[in-house]
């Protein structure tokens, strides 16, 4: 893998481990990056429980696929950034939800760089 992608690689484990953390530790300021209202009662448990895991679990995986010969775990990762996006698109199109192009491009080109970087490290 190149020098460079595999630093691009890295700070983006390193900024969705990061964010996962500021779920567990400041949760009302996660929410606000991510421009939604701290819930309350069962729901803030789901809120803030469901994004540390799926922000830990994305950085960590692109972490962990970095190891040598690990290269095919990156695919995870970049389904969950994929499958995100995808389900932010469906949310605008059958739910009313707003169109949230920042995020669905962070998405869409977080999922093919993770791709490029999985085929180059295999290759």
């Known amino acids: 893998m190149h020098p460079k ?4 690689t ?5 900024v969705f481990t990061l ?3 500021v779920w567990l530790v400041a949760p009302g300021r ?3 990056d991510l421009g939604m209202p701290v819930l309350d009662g069962l729901a803030r448990s789901t809120q803030f429980g469901d994004f540390a895991a799926f922000f830990l679990t994305l950085g960590l995986s692109i972490l962990a696929g970095l190891r040598p010969g690990q290269a095919r775990t990156l695919y995870f990762p970049a389904a969950m950034l994929g499958g995100a996006a995808v389900c932010r698109s469906m949310a605008w199109a059958f739910h009313g939800a707003a169109f949230a192009a920042f995020f669905i491009s962070v998405e869409t080109a977080g999922c093919l760089l993770l791709l490029f970087a999985a085929k ?3 290759e």
């Open 30 to 32: 996660a929410a606000v």
């Open 10 to 14: 890295i700070v983006m484990g390193a």
């Open 120 to 122: 180059q490290a295999e």
């Open 5 to 8: 992608l595999r630093i691009a």
């Open 19 to 21: 964010q996962g953390v």
